[in-house]
Every structure is written in structure tokens, then in C-alpha cells.
């Protein structure tokens, strides 16, 4: 599970994409001020850092490129009212990734997010789950797991769709024999071997739910 760090001192937007995000599989912590970011950063290791700009005790500007100085290198997104030229290239000179301005569509920012976290996390993760889809490896609690290939495409299916419905359909897609049998058996493996949430969404498919 992704964790995000939001920076947003607007209450009602700062709610609305906690839960948006938190929907999508991420954990988020919320801070009002840049001060309560720097606490934050301190105990703990982000996975993203979801920046406003114009908050109080200081901006996420300045706030990014101190951590950037201090060897922090967690990708960061801003969220901005900011329209000017100048705004923007300040922020990517602090160390952003990317940005955009509010008001936005959330459908973007969710893709823009993923995008980022692909580019620098090679990993889906879950709880103490990582599968490092560049070298086609799963790890749980950091220990390499043996499965079969299409254990390992039936995991990466539910890890990239946390908490939405996989539908039998694609999941035979990546099956050698497709049936309702083979498929039930593998979801029981993967429960019993990596102790995931899985339900299944009767007549539909199955669901890996968040942690």
C-alpha cells in the first residue's frame, strides 16, 4: 500500500482527496501548515508527497526543496491555484514531478499519481506483499515467494485493482485452462500462501480488499 503525505490547508478538498485516495488503496496522512509536514517527513517514509503551495508557516515550494537539500527523494506532485509561468517553474526547480491546478478533474490526478509511483516504485505492494513486476519477483516480508506464473499474474491483477472487482473474465484471460474450478483454486492459494483479502463478488469476479 501506497503512502501518500497531502500538504492541503483547504479542509474540505484536503477530506475529499484523502478519500478519494484512500479509495483508490493509498494510505494518506493530512497536514494543515508546513510545520506539520516537517514532523511528518520525520517519522515517516512516504511513498509521495501531494503538495499545496500557499499554506500556512511557509509554502510547498520551500518545504520541497528543503527536503530535496536534505537528500529526501520521494516524488512530489503539486496541487496549485498558482496559473503563472513563474509559480510553476519554481516548483519543478524545487524538485516536483509534476503538478496541477486547481480546479482539476480527480479522474487526471489519480492518473497522474499512478504514473509517478510507476516511474519510481517497480513495485505493487500490499501490506508485507511486494511484487517487483520489472524482475517478476514477489517478496513477503522481504522474503522471495516461488509461484507459478499464473499465480503471479492472477497477484499483479488484484494489486494493480485493489479494492475493485477483477472480473472471472480477466482472470481467465491470464489462465492456461480457464474454469470456475482452476480459478477457485488459485484464489485459495493465494489467500493461504500470502494471506490476502480476496472476496468473491458473486456471479462477477473477486475483489482484493484494502488493508
Do not use: W
Not at 46 to 60: A, H, Q
Not at 62 to 75: V, Y
Not at 134 to 148: A, H, Q, R, T
Amino acid at each position: 500500500m501506497y503512502k501518500v503525505l497531502l500538504l492541503e490547508d483547504d479542509e474540505m478538498l484536503s477530506q475529499t482527496l484523502k478519500s478519494l485516495l484512500e479509495d483508490e488503496g493509498y494510505e494518506v496522512d493530512l497536514a494543515k501548515n508546513a510545520d506539520e509536514a516537517i514532523d511528518l517527513t520525520y517519522d515517516k517514509k512516504y511513498d509521495l508527497y501531494l503538495f499545496d503551495i500557499n499554506v500556512p508557516f511557509g509554502n510547498g515550494i520551500d518545504l520541497l526543496h528543503d527536503l530535496r537539500e536534505a537528500g529526501d527523494k520521494t516524488p512530489a506532485f503539486f496541487i496549485t491555484a498558482l496559473k503563472d509561468i513563474k509559480s510553476v517553474s519554481k516548483g519543478f526547480d524545487a524538485g516536483c514531478d509534476d503538478y496541477i491546478k486547481k480546479p482539476f478533474d480527480m479522474d487526471e490526478l489519480l492518473i497522474r499519481i499512478e504514473a509517478i509511483l510507476k516511474k519510481y516504485n517497480p513495485y505493487e505492494k500490499y501490506g508485507d506483499i511486494e511484487y517487483s513486476v520489472e524482475d517478476d519477483i514477489v517478496f513477503k516480508n522481504s522474503k522471495e515467494l516461488e509461484l507459478g506464473e499464473v499465480s503471479k499474474k492472477i497477484l499483479l491483477l488484484f494489486l494493480e485493482n485493489i479494492n475493485k472487482i477483477v472480473h472471472k473474465e480477466r482472470l481467465y484471460e491470464v489462465m492456461q485452462k480457464p474454469s470456475d474450478v482452476a480459478l477457485r483454486v488459485q484464489i485459495n492459494k493465494l489467500k493461504k500462501e500470502l494471506g490476502l483479502n480476496i472476496v468473491n463478488v458473486r456471479g462477477v469476479g473477486y475483489k482484493l480488499e484494502k488493508l
